[in-house]
T-cell receptor, first 118, second 115 residues
Framework: GAVVSQHPSWVICKSGTSVKIECRSL??????MFWYRQFPKQSLMLMAT?????????EQGVEKDKFLINHASLTLSTLTVTSAHPEDSSFYIC??????????????FGNGTRLTVT | AQSVTQPDIHITVSEGASLELRCNYS??????LFWYVQSPGQGLQLLLK??????LVQGIKGFEAEFKRSQSSFNLRKPSVHWSDAAEYFC?????????????FGGGTRVLVKP
């Protein structure tokens, strides 16, 4: 079964509203979670690294105020797309390693959230 | 620049035929390499990985990949594809960085299987 749960799986919102996406680790504690964005027929681009109890680390070119990340507990990270616009429409995927992220750490992915902004 | 390249955006193969997906990486240190599959409506699933040792690695679903350091490649293969292999495939390299370790993905290859 899934060890990382992402909710919702799809959401449609109006331009100018905010949308929150949740990523939960179900049977392990995740001090770090990753948020990816995937444009249609393109690769997964790392947006930010979510760190429990501290600020997220954003990749270059990702707007911090646009994509708010909160990692308030060891099993939950949230991504809030603020004042969404049609260009924010995309597939958002979270992932979490069991333990610290190292090359041999099992990395579990959520099933993704399809965001459509009208 | 450190990156992962999958030269083929789309590949169409007949059911029962062999499949090879190309992956080239650019990374200055020891590469830790992965192949993932993404089926419609499903999350990413790890097919196989290479850390060290035997350069030919076996994965799930009958897939294998060969690491060639001289060519900076990690190509994925399957001798005989099944219709259920139609999906998007991503090569990825794990990068160790002072700013934080991360998994970087290639652009993906979409595989279509003809009956």
């Amino acid at each position: 079964g899934a060890v990382v749960s992402q909710h919702p799986s799809w959401v449609i919102c109006k331009s100018g509203t905010s949308v929150k996406i949740e990523c939960r680790s179900l049977d392990f504690q995740a001090t770090t979670m990753f948020w990816y964005r995937q444009f249609p027929k393109q690769s997964l681009m790392l947006m930010a690294t979510s760190n429990e109890g501290s600020k997220a680390t954003y990749e270059q070119g990702v707007e911090k105020d646009k994509f708010l990340i909160n990692h308030a507990s060891l099993t939950l990270s949230t991504l809030t797309v603020t004042s969404a616009h049609p260009e924010d429409s995309s597939f958002y995927i979270c992932s979490a390693p069991k333990g610290a992220l190292y090359y041999n750490s099992p990395l579990h992915f959520g099933n993704g959230t399809r965001l459509t902004v009208t | 620049a450190q990156s992962v390249t999958q030269p083929d955006i789309h590949i169409t193969v007949s059911e029962g035929a062999s499949l090879e997906l190309r992956c080239n990486y650019s990374y200055g240190a020891t590469p830790y390499l992965f192949w993932y599959v993404q089926s419609p409506g499903q999350g990413l699933q790890l097919l196989l990985k290479y850390f060290s040792g035997d350069t030919l690695v076996q994965g799930i679903k009958g897939f294998e990949a060969e690491f060639k350091r001289s060519q900076s490649s990690f190509n994925l293969r399957k001798p005989s594809v099944h219709w259920s292999d139609a999906a998007e495939y991503f090569c990825a390299v794990f990068m160790i960085k002072a700013a934080g370790n991360k998994l970087t993905f290639g652009g993906g290859t979409r595989v279509l299987v003809k009956p």
